[in-house]
T-cell receptor
Framework: SQKIEQNSEALNIQEGKTATLTCNYT??????LQWYRQDPGRGPVFLLLIRENEKEKRKERLKVTFDTTLKQSLFHITASQPADSATYLCALSNNAGNMLTFGGGTRLMVKP | DSGVTQTPKHLITATGQRVTLRCSPRSGDLSVYWYQQSLDQGLQFLIQYYNGEERAKGNILERFSAQQFPDLHSELNLSSLELGDSALYFCASSVGTRTYNEQFFGPGTRLTVL
């Protein structure tokens, strides 16, 4: 069955460093991969979308890579700030593109 | 603020009961999605409507049903509630039918079944 894995352990980093979060998937051929941010008790907020034929996407301090051979996406936040502390979710959809499958999320804690 | 509204914010009910959750999408969005988020299952897609018609179905139980009305608001009906139905229920909306369209999530309804 389809499986999307994100590190369930919290990632603790120092302010100013680069945070790197991983999303691995199996038994899936996604056409699109999205990253969302979720704060406690609130709805997810869309950050970035990357297509299967794109290797990398950037938006301000955010960078996403998508390796369909490794079946992995990496999500980077450069110059991290305490305000970046949240849970980050990756989500995949196939070519039919009518259903998002979410990973379990990784909690990021940025310490001042 | 995403522009998606959900009511009520909190709901406490007993096993066996029936509840209705309501969602109003962002102005201009025709697609509405419903998700369930629990601690052990993560965020699970339940169902999608586009302009009043069902478009995709995920892990939605037979006890659950949804509909989208002509004014595009949507309701999720949960019946014969069980303890395991306790979760956060999110509604999201997007412009089109495809999930590569950015989805805007509402604040959620926290359902507690006692």
């Amino acid at each position: 069955s389809q499986k999307i894995e994100q590190n369930s352990e919290a990632l603790n980093i120092q302010e100013g460093k680069t945070a790197t979060l991983t999303c691995n998937y199996t038994n899936y051929s996604p056409a699109y991969l999205q990253w969302y941010r979720q704060d406690p008790g609130r709805g997810p907020v869309f950050l970035l979308l990357i297509r299967e034929n794109e290797k990398e996407k950037r938006k301000e301090r955010l960078k996403v890579t998508f390796d369909t051979t490794l079946k992995q996406s990496l999500f980077h936040i450069t110059a991290s700030q305490p305000a970046d502390s949240a849970t980050y979710l990756c989500a995949l959809s196939n070519n039919a593109g009518n259903m998002l499958t979410f990973g379990g999320g990784t909690r990021l804690m940025v310490k001042p | 603020d995403s522009g998606v509204t959900q009511t009520p914010k909190h709901l406490i009910t007993a096993t066996g009961q029936r509840v209705t959750l309501r969602c109003s999408p962002r102005s201009g969005d025709l697609s509405v999605y419903w998700y369930q988020q629990s601690l052990d299952q993560g965020l699970q897609f339940l169902i999608q409507y586009y302009n009043g018609e069902e478009r995709a179905k995920g892990n939605i139980l037979e006890r659950f049903s949804a509909q989208q009305f002509p004014d595009l608001h949507s309701e999720l009906n949960l019946s014969s509630l069980e303890l395991g139905d306790s979760a956060l229920y999110f509604c999201a909306s997007s412009v089109g039918t495809r999930t590569y369209n950015e989805q805007f999530f509402g604040p959620g309804t926290r359902l507690t079944v006692l």
